[in-house]
Protein backbone atom coordinates (compact mmCIF):
# COMPACT_ATOMS: atom_id res chain seq x y z
CA UNK A 1 0.00 0.00 0.00
CA UNK A 2 1.25 3.16 -0.83
CA UNK A 3 0.23 6.18 1.97
CA UNK A 4 2.36 9.18 0.87
CA UNK A 5 2.67 11.40 3.26
CA UNK A 6 3.52 15.66 3.58
CA UNK A 7 7.38 15.05 3.36
CA UNK A 8 7.94 14.23 -0.53
CA UNK A 9 10.42 16.79 -1.98
CA UNK A 10 7.35 18.12 -4.48
CA UNK A 11 5.29 18.50 -2.29
CA UNK A 12 6.97 20.89 0.01
CA UNK A 13 8.36 22.66 -3.36
CA UNK A 14 4.31 23.21 -3.92
CA UNK A 15 3.60 23.81 -0.55
CA UNK A 16 6.50 26.19 0.56
CA UNK A 17 4.96 28.84 -2.92
CA UNK A 18 1.32 28.10 -2.24
CA UNK A 19 2.45 29.76 1.55
CA UNK A 20 4.37 32.68 -0.09
CA UNK A 21 1.95 33.56 -2.61
CA UNK A 22 -0.32 33.34 -0.27
CA UNK A 23 1.41 35.97 2.08
CA UNK A 24 1.65 38.12 -1.09
CA UNK A 25 -1.78 38.49 -1.27
CA UNK A 26 -1.62 36.62 -4.48
CA UNK A 27 -5.43 36.26 -4.71
CA UNK A 28 -7.51 37.61 -7.36
CA UNK A 29 -10.80 39.46 -6.85
CA UNK A 30 -13.71 37.30 -5.88
CA UNK A 31 -16.26 37.36 -8.29
CA UNK A 32 -20.24 38.52 -7.72
CA UNK A 33 -22.32 35.76 -6.77
CA UNK A 34 -22.53 35.61 -3.09
CA UNK A 35 -21.22 32.33 -1.35
CA UNK A 36 -23.91 30.33 0.07
CA UNK A 37 -22.73 28.74 3.83
CA UNK A 38 -25.44 25.83 2.66
CA UNK A 39 -23.92 24.61 0.02
CA UNK A 40 -20.08 24.55 1.65
CA UNK A 41 -19.46 27.56 -1.03
CA UNK A 42 -15.68 28.55 0.16
CA UNK A 43 -14.85 29.42 -3.62
CA UNK A 44 -11.08 29.09 -4.54
CA UNK A 45 -9.05 32.43 -5.52
CA UNK A 46 -5.43 32.50 -4.93
CA UNK A 47 -4.42 31.62 -8.65
CA UNK A 48 -0.87 29.67 -7.34
CA UNK A 49 -2.75 27.75 -5.68
CA UNK A 50 -5.06 26.62 -8.12
CA UNK A 51 -2.59 26.40 -10.62
CA UNK A 52 -0.89 23.91 -7.89
CA UNK A 53 -3.87 21.78 -7.83
CA UNK A 54 -4.48 21.50 -11.26
CA UNK A 55 -0.29 20.37 -12.14
CA UNK A 56 -1.00 17.70 -9.29
CA UNK A 57 -4.24 16.66 -11.26
CA UNK A 58 -2.17 16.73 -14.99
CA UNK A 59 -5.14 16.79 -17.04
CA UNK A 60 -4.12 15.50 -20.72
CA UNK A 61 -6.44 15.80 -23.82
CA UNK A 62 -8.54 12.70 -23.68
CA UNK A 63 -9.07 12.15 -20.31
CA UNK A 64 -12.62 12.24 -18.96
CA UNK A 65 -12.87 14.62 -16.13
CA UNK A 66 -15.72 14.64 -13.54
CA UNK A 67 -15.58 17.80 -10.92
CA UNK A 68 -17.70 17.95 -8.20
CA UNK A 69 -18.94 21.42 -7.20
CA UNK A 70 -17.23 23.56 -10.12
CA UNK A 71 -18.79 26.79 -8.34
CA UNK A 72 -17.51 29.72 -10.42
CA UNK A 73 -14.77 27.60 -12.41
CA UNK A 74 -12.09 28.65 -10.67
CA UNK A 75 -10.23 24.85 -11.24
CA UNK A 76 -12.50 24.12 -14.27
CA UNK A 77 -10.89 26.85 -16.01
CA UNK A 78 -7.11 25.61 -15.08
CA UNK A 79 -8.29 21.92 -15.89
CA UNK A 80 -9.42 23.13 -19.54
CA UNK A 81 -6.18 24.34 -21.07
CA UNK A 82 -5.06 21.11 -21.29
CA UNK A 83 -8.19 20.76 -23.86
CA UNK A 84 -9.83 17.81 -21.59
CA UNK A 85 -13.71 16.88 -21.69
CA UNK A 86 -15.43 18.22 -18.08
CA UNK A 87 -18.41 16.79 -16.84
CA UNK A 88 -19.53 18.91 -13.76
CA UNK A 89 -21.93 18.49 -11.16
CA UNK A 90 -23.11 21.60 -9.48
CA UNK A 91 -25.98 21.57 -7.17
CA UNK A 92 -26.25 25.54 -7.23
CA UNK A 93 -28.99 26.32 -9.60
CA UNK A 94 -27.66 29.98 -9.31
CA UNK A 95 -24.23 29.00 -10.90
CA UNK A 96 -25.28 27.47 -14.15
CA UNK A 97 -25.61 30.26 -16.15
CA UNK A 98 -22.34 31.40 -15.46
CA UNK A 99 -20.70 28.29 -16.06
CA UNK A 100 -22.39 27.75 -19.16
CA UNK A 101 -21.10 31.10 -20.61
CA UNK A 102 -17.83 31.12 -19.56
CA UNK A 103 -17.53 27.71 -20.79
CA UNK A 104 -19.16 27.57 -24.10
CA UNK A 105 -16.79 27.08 -26.29
CA UNK A 106 -15.40 23.88 -24.31
CA UNK A 107 -16.09 20.33 -23.92
CA UNK A 108 -18.18 20.76 -20.77
CA UNK A 109 -21.81 19.04 -19.79
CA UNK A 110 -23.00 20.43 -16.62
CA UNK A 111 -25.43 18.49 -14.33
CA UNK A 112 -27.52 20.59 -12.15
CA UNK A 113 -27.73 17.78 -9.29
CA UNK A 114 -26.53 17.07 -5.57
CA UNK A 115 -23.05 14.58 -6.18
CA UNK A 116 -24.58 12.53 -3.22
CA UNK A 117 -27.50 10.91 -4.98
CA UNK A 118 -25.51 11.06 -8.67
CA UNK A 119 -25.06 7.55 -10.70
CA UNK A 120 -21.73 7.97 -11.90
CA UNK A 121 -21.81 4.96 -13.59
CA UNK A 122 -23.76 6.62 -16.34
CA UNK A 123 -20.65 9.20 -17.02
CA UNK A 124 -18.38 6.42 -17.71
CA UNK A 125 -17.11 5.08 -21.19
CA UNK A 126 -15.09 1.77 -19.83
CA UNK A 127 -13.27 0.89 -16.74
CA UNK A 128 -11.15 2.85 -15.16
CA UNK A 129 -11.72 6.27 -16.77
CA UNK A 130 -12.84 8.93 -15.22
CA UNK A 131 -10.67 11.00 -13.42
CA UNK A 132 -12.91 12.51 -10.13
CA UNK A 133 -12.18 16.27 -8.91
CA UNK A 134 -13.24 18.69 -6.46
CA UNK A 135 -12.81 21.29 -3.77
CA UNK A 136 -15.28 19.47 -1.81
CA UNK A 137 -18.06 21.43 0.37
CA UNK A 138 -17.01 20.07 3.61
CA UNK A 139 -20.36 18.75 4.87
CA UNK A 140 -20.71 16.42 2.21
CA UNK A 141 -16.77 15.31 2.01
CA UNK A 142 -17.22 12.17 4.29
CA UNK A 143 -20.44 10.50 2.80
CA UNK A 144 -19.49 11.29 -0.47
CA UNK A 145 -15.81 9.86 -0.43
CA UNK A 146 -17.82 6.85 0.95
CA UNK A 147 -20.31 6.71 -1.77
CA UNK A 148 -17.01 6.94 -4.62
CA UNK A 149 -15.70 4.34 -2.85
CA UNK A 150 -18.85 1.69 -4.40
CA UNK A 151 -17.91 3.25 -7.76
CA UNK A 152 -13.99 2.20 -7.93
CA UNK A 153 -14.28 0.18 -11.02
CA UNK A 154 -15.06 3.42 -13.40
CA UNK A 155 -12.56 5.42 -11.15
CA UNK A 156 -9.12 6.00 -12.73
CA UNK A 157 -7.94 8.56 -10.12
CA UNK A 158 -9.54 11.44 -7.50
CA UNK A 159 -8.00 14.57 -6.02
CA UNK A 160 -9.75 16.57 -3.83
CA UNK A 161 -9.40 19.83 -1.28
CA UNK A 162 -10.83 18.45 1.92
CA UNK A 163 -10.78 20.09 5.78
CA UNK A 164 -6.95 18.99 6.65
CA UNK A 165 -8.50 17.12 9.31
CA UNK A 166 -10.28 14.61 6.92
CA UNK A 167 -7.01 13.76 4.93
CA UNK A 168 -4.98 13.03 7.91
CA UNK A 169 -7.95 10.47 8.91
CA UNK A 170 -7.75 9.20 4.62
CA UNK A 171 -4.01 8.81 5.15
CA UNK A 172 -3.49 8.10 8.67
CA UNK A 173 -1.39 5.11 8.98
CA UNK A 174 -2.04 2.34 12.28
CA UNK A 175 -1.50 3.08 15.50
CA UNK A 176 -2.09 6.71 14.72
CA UNK A 177 -5.23 8.73 16.64
CA UNK A 178 -6.60 9.46 13.01
CA UNK A 179 -6.50 5.66 12.11
CA UNK A 180 -10.22 4.76 11.82
CA UNK A 181 -13.05 4.00 9.84
CA UNK A 182 -12.70 6.69 7.29
CA UNK A 183 -8.84 5.24 6.74
CA UNK A 184 -9.55 1.86 6.85
CA UNK A 185 -12.39 1.52 3.97
CA UNK A 186 -10.28 3.89 1.86
CA UNK A 187 -6.93 2.30 1.93
CA UNK A 188 -8.64 -1.09 1.61
CA UNK A 189 -8.88 -0.14 -2.18
CA UNK A 190 -7.09 3.10 -2.79
CA UNK A 191 -3.76 4.36 -2.54
CA UNK A 192 -3.61 7.51 -0.59
CA UNK A 193 -1.09 10.71 -1.24
CA UNK A 194 -1.41 14.07 0.63
CA UNK A 195 -0.19 16.08 -1.81
CA UNK A 196 0.05 19.49 0.22
CA UNK A 197 -1.65 21.86 2.06
CA UNK A 198 -4.05 25.17 1.43
CA UNK A 199 -4.29 28.11 3.93
CA UNK A 200 -7.93 29.99 4.81
CA UNK A 201 -6.45 32.94 2.51
CA UNK A 202 -6.58 30.59 -0.79
CA UNK A 203 -10.42 31.06 -0.38
CA UNK A 204 -13.21 33.71 -0.37
CA UNK A 205 -14.93 33.49 2.19
CA UNK A 206 -11.94 32.26 4.09
CA UNK A 207 -13.16 28.75 6.13
CA UNK A 208 -11.84 29.05 9.79
CA UNK A 209 -9.99 25.83 8.97
CA UNK A 210 -7.05 24.76 7.47
CA UNK A 211 -7.55 22.59 4.09
CA UNK A 212 -5.25 20.01 2.06
CA UNK A 213 -5.31 18.33 -1.21
CA UNK A 214 -5.18 14.60 -1.54
CA UNK A 215 -5.26 11.81 -4.65
CA UNK A 216 -6.91 8.82 -4.15
CA UNK A 217 -6.06 6.02 -6.83
CA UNK A 218 -8.14 2.87 -7.08
CA UNK A 219 -5.75 -0.04 -6.54
CA UNK A 220 -5.66 -2.26 -9.54
CA UNK A 221 -5.53 -5.63 -7.92
CA UNK A 222 -8.09 -6.04 -5.38
CA UNK A 223 -6.82 -6.77 -1.93
CA UNK A 224 -7.82 -10.13 -0.05
CA UNK A 225 -10.70 -10.62 -1.95
CA UNK A 226 -12.31 -13.28 0.29
CA UNK A 227 -13.22 -10.41 2.80
CA UNK A 228 -16.51 -8.49 1.22
CA UNK A 229 -16.13 -4.54 2.23
CA UNK A 230 -19.58 -5.19 4.00
CA UNK A 231 -18.28 -7.48 6.44
CA UNK A 232 -15.32 -5.38 7.02
CA UNK A 233 -17.18 -2.21 7.26
CA UNK A 234 -19.61 -3.65 9.66
CA UNK A 235 -16.38 -4.90 11.59
CA UNK A 236 -14.78 -1.45 11.85
CA UNK A 237 -17.77 0.32 12.74
CA UNK A 238 -18.17 -1.98 15.52
CA UNK A 239 -14.38 -2.10 16.56
CA UNK A 240 -13.95 1.28 16.68
CA UNK A 241 -17.42 2.24 18.15
CA UNK A 242 -15.79 3.53 21.03
CA UNK A 243 -11.96 4.55 20.60
CA UNK A 244 -10.95 4.42 24.34
CA UNK A 245 -12.47 0.99 24.91
CA UNK A 246 -10.99 -2.20 24.25
CA UNK A 247 -11.40 -4.26 21.44
CA UNK A 248 -12.71 -6.89 23.61
CA UNK A 249 -15.33 -4.25 25.52
CA UNK A 250 -16.06 -3.08 21.58
CA UNK A 251 -16.64 -6.82 20.20
CA UNK A 252 -18.33 -7.87 23.11
CA UNK A 253 -20.95 -10.54 22.41
CA UNK A 254 -20.14 -10.75 18.61
CA UNK A 255 -16.59 -12.15 18.36
CA UNK A 256 -14.79 -13.87 21.34
CA UNK A 257 -11.31 -13.60 23.14
CA UNK A 258 -10.11 -17.11 22.02
CA UNK A 259 -10.95 -16.39 18.82
CA UNK A 260 -8.82 -12.87 18.56
CA UNK A 261 -5.80 -14.97 20.55
CA UNK A 262 -6.11 -17.40 17.86
CA UNK A 263 -5.60 -14.79 15.18
CA UNK A 264 -3.00 -13.48 17.34
CA UNK A 265 -4.61 -9.92 18.58
CA UNK A 266 -4.71 -8.74 21.80
CA UNK A 267 -8.31 -8.71 22.80
CA UNK A 268 -7.21 -6.23 25.56
CA UNK A 269 -5.47 -3.44 23.04
CA UNK A 270 -7.68 -0.81 21.75
CA UNK A 271 -9.01 -1.15 17.87
CA UNK A 272 -6.48 1.82 16.32
CA UNK A 273 -3.36 -0.33 16.96
CA UNK A 274 -4.85 -3.32 14.58
CA UNK A 275 -3.41 -3.42 11.21
CA UNK A 276 -5.48 -3.77 7.76
CA UNK A 277 -4.97 -7.22 7.59
CA UNK A 278 -5.98 -7.71 11.35
CA UNK A 279 -9.00 -5.98 10.89
CA UNK A 280 -9.98 -7.73 7.54
CA UNK A 281 -9.19 -11.24 9.80
CA UNK A 282 -11.59 -10.01 12.54
CA UNK A 283 -14.17 -9.59 9.54
CA UNK A 284 -14.31 -12.78 8.56
CA UNK A 285 -15.17 -13.92 11.71
CA UNK A 286 -18.18 -12.24 11.97
CA UNK A 287 -20.97 -13.91 12.58
CA UNK A 288 -23.75 -13.37 10.01
CA UNK A 289 -26.37 -11.99 12.59
CA UNK A 290 -23.90 -9.37 12.74
CA UNK A 291 -23.77 -8.13 9.50
N1 LIG B 1 -14.75 24.45 -7.29
C1 LIG B 1 -15.08 25.78 -6.81
C2 LIG B 1 -13.82 26.45 -6.31
O1 LIG B 1 -12.85 25.73 -6.02
O2 LIG B 1 -13.81 27.67 -6.18
C3 LIG B 1 -16.15 25.75 -5.72
C4 LIG B 1 -15.82 24.97 -4.48
S1 LIG B 1 -16.96 25.18 -3.16
C5 LIG B 1 -15.96 24.70 -1.78
C6 LIG B 1 -18.04 23.76 -3.26
C7 LIG B 1 -18.95 23.72 -4.49
O3 LIG B 1 -19.74 22.52 -4.41
C8 LIG B 1 -19.95 24.85 -4.54
O4 LIG B 1 -20.03 25.36 -5.85
C9 LIG B 1 -21.28 24.23 -4.12
O5 LIG B 1 -22.40 24.87 -4.65
C10 LIG B 1 -21.11 22.82 -4.65
N2 LIG B 1 -21.90 21.81 -3.91
C11 LIG B 1 -22.26 21.80 -2.60
N3 LIG B 1 -22.95 20.69 -2.29
C12 LIG B 1 -23.04 19.97 -3.44
C13 LIG B 1 -23.65 18.73 -3.77
N4 LIG B 1 -24.30 17.99 -2.84
N5 LIG B 1 -23.58 18.31 -5.05
C14 LIG B 1 -22.92 19.04 -6.00
N6 LIG B 1 -22.33 20.23 -5.74
C15 LIG B 1 -22.38 20.69 -4.49
Known amino acids: MKVVARSTTASSKIQSSVAKASRRGG ?51 ALFESGCTIKAIEIDRDLQSQLRVMFFNRDFTLFNYDA ?3 NFNELSNGAHDLRIVGNLPYNISTPLIFKLLTHLPVISDMHFMLQKEVVDRLAALPGNKHWGRLSVMTQVDCDVEHLFDVPPEAFY ?12 TPKMTAHRTECSREELGKLVQLAFSQRRKTLRNNLRGVIDDAVMQRLGIDPACRAETLTLDQLMDLSLELPQAAI
Open 27 to 77: ASRPKTHAPRKRFGQNFLVDQSVISAIARAINPHKDDNIVEIGPGQGALTD
Open 116 to 118: LKF
Open 205 to 216: PQPKVQSAIVRL
